[in-house]
């Protein structure tokens, strides 16, 4: 397989790029500069080396000081007694970014499904059995906000999580709340804007 071939391929694993796009991708890359080339094969070989996975929330984040836990994590100004858990990294960068939430998150790592026989097989299940846990003996939590897409996937994941921690919940009296209405059916937590996420995030349910 010549190179081109092999890079189609591998631009086409990128989520939402077909074998056409990767291609327009293989003719940028061939019309930029050797230093553009080099800068980027350069920033892609260190990414992993400098970004590392939140012990705590399990988002992905430079790891600059040596330090397992994230900068939200690790801040003790934000609201221990408020966990969202969220499907994916950029579900968590818009919701920072719209600054309508002052407490602690986690990354599930994606959704659940419709029908799928091992949901903990898709999503960080067991983990976030395992944060609750430690959050309710150390951190006083008391409520978990689940804010997963607006479609049908979306909805089987929070039936799922919700089933997951009723027991949990229940005994340690936990609130388990969803984002309130104003969310357009079929979204992705990704692209609402600010004022729309502060109202979801404000009437909440
Ligand atoms: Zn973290």
Same mark, same amino acid.
């Given at each position: 397989?010549?190179?081109? #071939?092999?890079?189609?391929?591998?631009?086409?694993?990128?989520?939402? @790029? %077909? &074998?056409?796009?990767?291609?327009?991708?293989?003719?940028?890359?061939?019309? $930029?500069?050797?230093?553009? !080339?080099?800068?980027?094969?350069?920033?892609?070989?260190?990414?992993?080396?400098? *970004? @590392? *996975?939140?012990?705590?929330?399990? $988002?992905?984040?430079?790891? +600059?000081?040596? +330090? #397992?836990?994230?900068?939200?994590?690790?801040?003790? #100004?934000?609201?221990?007694?408020?966990?969202?858990?969220? =499907?994916?990294?950029?579900?968590?960068?818009? @919701?920072?970014?719209?600054?309508?939430?002052?407490?602690?998150?986690?990354?599930?790592?994606? $959704?659940?499904?419709?029908?799928?026989?091992? &949901?903990?097989?898709?999503?960080?299940?067991?983990?976030? *059995?395992?944060?609750?846990?430690?959050? /309710?003996?150390?951190?006083?939590?008391?409520?978990?906000?689940?804010?997963?897409?607006?479609? &049908?996937?979306?909805?089987?994941? =929070?039936?799922?999580?919700?089933?997951?921690?009723?027991? /949990?919940?229940?005994?340690? !009296?936990?609130? /388990?709340? /969803?984002? %309130?209405?104003?969310?357009?059916?079929?979204?992705? !937590? =990704?692209?609402?804007?600010?004022?729309?996420?502060?109202?979801? @995030?404000?009437?909440?349910?």
């Amino acid at each position: 397989m010549n190179t081109i #071939n092999k890079l189609t391929e591998l631009f086409s694993k990128f989520p939402g @790029i %077909g &074998p056409r796009q990767s291609k327009r991708f293989i003719y940028f890359l061939l019309t $930029r500069n050797n230093g553009f !080339l080099e800068e980027l094969s350069r920033l892609i070989s260190q990414l992993k080396k400098e *970004v @590392i *996975v939140c012990d705590e929330c399990k $988002r992905f984040f430079a790891n +600059s000081s040596n +330090s #397992n836990i994230c900068n939200i994590c690790g801040d003790k #100004n934000r609201d221990n007694e408020l966990l969202m858990v969220v =499907e994916r990294d950029a579900d968590f960068e818009n @919701i920072e970014r719209s600054g309508a939430y002052e407490g602690k998150y986690f990354v599930l790592g994606g $959704r659940v499904p419709i029908l799928e026989k091992n &949901p903990e097989q898709k999503i960080r299940a067991r983990e976030l *059995v395992a944060v609750i846990n430690t959050r /309710i003996k150390n951190k006083n939590l008391k409520e978990i906000i689940l804010a997963f897409s607006v479609n &049908p996937e979306g909805e089987n994941t =929070e039936h799922y999580i919700k089933k997951l921690l009723s027991a /949990i919940a229940e005994k340690h !009296l936990l609130k /388990i709340s /969803i984002l %309130g209405r104003g969310l357009s059916t079929g979204i992705e !937590l =990704e692209y609402p804007d600010s004022e729309t996420l502060k109202n979801a @995030i404000k009437n909440r349910i």
